[in-house]
């Protein structure tokens, strides 16, 4: 079945549909390539600490009223280097932490001075899953943005 040829404007509504609908897609990857370069120069910093970090960092939405959680199997007897960050330019600060079974925090927290990004140092008591949590700080800009989360043990 062949169907009739799009008059002028529709085609012209199309193209300018699917370029809107494509910016925002390619901004957000350019958003998570700029969280996961944050995250990782954190990371590059400790590792003459002895930290070993794995090969890839975790990224995805922060939505700026909700935050972001994530589940991570840690174990006892490694000392973990947990390294959170947005994109640097995006104007927003961060904070966040670990929590335990009980859903209390743990560990020691080191803030960037810019607000974008943060180091979490932990080390487990029990081999488990745990919770690393991430807000947006009013300190910053409240925007939705990308974040990435790079992990570190020794």
């Not at 590792?47 to 991570?72: C, H, N, Q």
Request: contains cysteine; aromatic residues 10%.
């Amino acid at each position: 079945m062949t169907f009739p040829p799009l008059p002028s404007f529709l085609k012209n509504l199309l193209v300018v549909g699917l370029t809107v609908l494509a910016f925002p897609q390619e901004t957000r990857a350019t958003e998570e390539e700029d969280a996961e370069a944050a995250a990782l120069a954190l990371a590059k910093d400790q590792e003459d600490a002895g930290y070993m970090f794995r090969a890839e960092a975790w990224t995805g939405p922060l939505v700026k009223d909700i935050g972001k959680a994530v589940r991570m199997q840690l174990f006892k007897g490694n000392e973990y280097c947990i390294g959170v960050a947005v994109p640097r330019k995006s104007g927003v600060f961060i904070t966040g932490a670990v929590l335990d079974f009980e859903g209390k925090p743990v560990g020691e927290i080191q803030p960037v001075l810019e607000g974008w990004g943060f180091l979490l140092f932990f080390k487990p008591k029990k081999t488990g899953v745990y919770i690393v949590t991430l807000r947006e700080d009013e300190k910053g800009k409240l925007k939705d943005t990308a974040c990435a989360i790079i992990t570190g043990y020794k």
